[in-house]
């Protein structure tokens, strides 16, 4: 049976102020700055493929552009302290921009896996859009940022992927966990396309 969603609306609110405060929170993780490296290494996206994974992608979506406001106001919900609008200069800002992207397509694929919530499914949703999605806008605005071709940025990238390969497993255990728990957080297409079917 495809995995459902509540539509209350204060319910989804507060869902997503909820994980926009998780992504913030991974920012007291401390960064790490790889000599040689334009962008730092952060826990951040293990909250972002997490927000998609468990809210699904239209409130995943909804919870890191809330997170990413926090950071445009100023408020240093990145690592080191970091935000305001300067850090969308910086190299790092293609990863900061595709952080909502990649949560709702995480999300988009994971309401499409059904329910109950599969592992190999919920890994490979997270590699699309935590890997694949993110690293393509983060290349990208790596390159626009630090002056470097694209083919140079995709392989300074390479540093990240053995760490957000361990992101990816662990979100889908996690999320796993969580849809066992809580039951019906996110709608699947398909169960909307057969409630349409029966009436």
């Given at each position: 049976m495809p995995l459902t969603r509540s539509t209350s609306p204060s319910r989804d609110a507060a869902m997503i102020a909820v994980f926009a405060g998780f992504v913030a929170a991974l920012g007291l993780v401390p960064m790490f700055q790889p000599?040689?490296?334009?962008?730092?290494?952060?826990a951040q996206s293990l909250?972002?493929?997490l927000?998609?994974?468990v809210l699904g992608g239209r409130r995943g979506f909804a919870a890191v552009l809330l997170f990413l406001a926090l950071v445009?106001?100023?408020?240093?919900?990145?690592?080191?302290?970091?935000g305001g609008l300067g850090v969308f200069a910086t190299p790092s800002t293609g990863f900061l921009l595709g952080f909502p992207v990649a949560a709702f397509v995480v999300g988009w694929l994971t309401e499409r896996g059904g329910?109950?919530?599969?592992?190999?499914?919920?890994?490979l949703a997270n590699v699309v859009g935590g890997i694949v999605v993110l690293y393509s806008a983060g290349i990208v605005g790596m390159a626009a940022v630090a002056g470097m071709s694209v083919e140079a940025a995709a392989v300074a990238s390479w540093i990240f992927l053995p760490g957000d390969l361990?992101?990816?497993?662990?979100?889908?255990?996690?999320?796993?966990g969580v849809h066992a728990a809580y039951p019906g957080l996110i709608t699947a297409r398909r169960r909307r396309s057969e409630e349409t079917a029966s009436v």
């Open positions: 000599p040689g490296f334009a962008v730092p290494i952060t909250g972002v493929i927000a998609g994974a445009a106001v100023g408020l240093p919900v990145l690592p080191g302290g970091r329910s109950p919530y599969r592992l190999p499914w919920g890994i361990v992101k990816v497993v662990l979100a889908a255990v996690v999320a796993r």
